[in-house]
């Protein structure tokens, strides 16, 4: 498997209506580009694995505090999955595979295991965009309910939810109903590509950072701040043509962006270079 191959693979899967989209194979085909030989089938097989174990031991009531408090103690508990506080910017802590295989993760990815298996036990869940962090939520109406997959499954209330962004923002919060979005699984992996994205950009790995933008804009192909580094990052790699293609596009789009004096110079710098 060659990442030209993984991301066709992506690239079918994301043409999918967003609720038909499989969020897990999805993610393994990102990691794919990272791991050539990895088998997304033997990640997804493990995800089975721990829907069946995890079955097993579900009450015939399914009350949806004692289902998490099951999920809790069997993933967190018995299994050992936890939040990497250590090293919070390892890539490996946004490839899915890894994090099954390490048991650690970031919010996103630990939810996305959360997700995963909850949705293979009939106990759908939802992603929740908290600002600066990443919840999940049963899909049940009036329910207010949120666990924290990056904290051991900790259950919070909309209370708990407001006490978290005034520690975020240090200052104080009142929660608005915008604070608690609700994401697709689109945006679930913008949100995991584009995190890989920061971490290669800060580890100055500018085609590994290239790759998450190009597939961030195989999700939202209209993205422009992402049109902008996708021109960044290639004129930096020395691909003009494309560089030029999109900082044109994004001066076109974004004429009064911050940054326009600084695109029209290297606009200007790529024009002069081919005279």
Not at 109 to 135: K, N, Q, S, W
Not at 214 to 220: C, D, G, N, V, Y
């Amino acid at each position: 498997m060659n990442y030209l191959s993984a991301r066709q693979y992506f690239f079918q899967e994301i043409q999918q209506p967003d609720r038909y989209i499989d969020l897990a194979k999805a993610a393994l085909f990102i990691a794919q580009e990272e791991y050539p030989h990895l088998d997304p089938e033997e990640y997804l097989n493990a995800l089975d694995t721990m829907a069946c174990e995890l079955q097993e031991r579900l009450p015939s009531d399914r009350y949806p505090m004692k289902v998490i408090q099951i999920i809790n103690q069997y993933l967190y508990e018995d299994l050992g999955f936890t939040g990497n506080t250590d090293d919070y910017y390892d890539p490996r802590n946004s490839f899915l595979n890894d994090v099954i295989d390490r048991r650690t993760g970031i919010p996103i990815t630990l939810a996305m295991v959360y997700l995963e298996i909850a949705r293979r036990i009939d106990f759908p869940m939802l992603g929740i965009g908290m600002p600066g962090h990443f919840l999940i939520r049963p899909d049940v109406a009036e329910m207010e309910i949120f666990v924290d997959a990056f904290h051991a499954g900790e259950v919070m209330f909309a209370q708990d939810c407001e006490e978290r962004l005034s520690q975020i923002y240090q200052q104080p919060v009142t929660l608005q109903p915008e604070y608690l979005p609700t994401v697709s699984k689109t945006q679930v992996l913008v949100r995991m590509l584009s995190n890989l994205k920061y971490i290669y950009l800060n580890q100055q790995e500018l085609e590994k950072a290239l790759a998450a933008v190009e597939r961030i804009l195989l999700l939202t192909p209209d993205a422009i701040i992402e049109i902008r580094d996708r021109g960044l990052l290639s004129y930096q790699l020395g691909r003009f043509y494309q560089a030029e293609t999109d900082l044109q596009r994004y001066l076109a789009e974004s004429p009064t962006a911050r940054d326009i004096k600084v695109i029209t110079q290297l606009l200007n710098q790529l024009k002069g270079s081919r005279e």
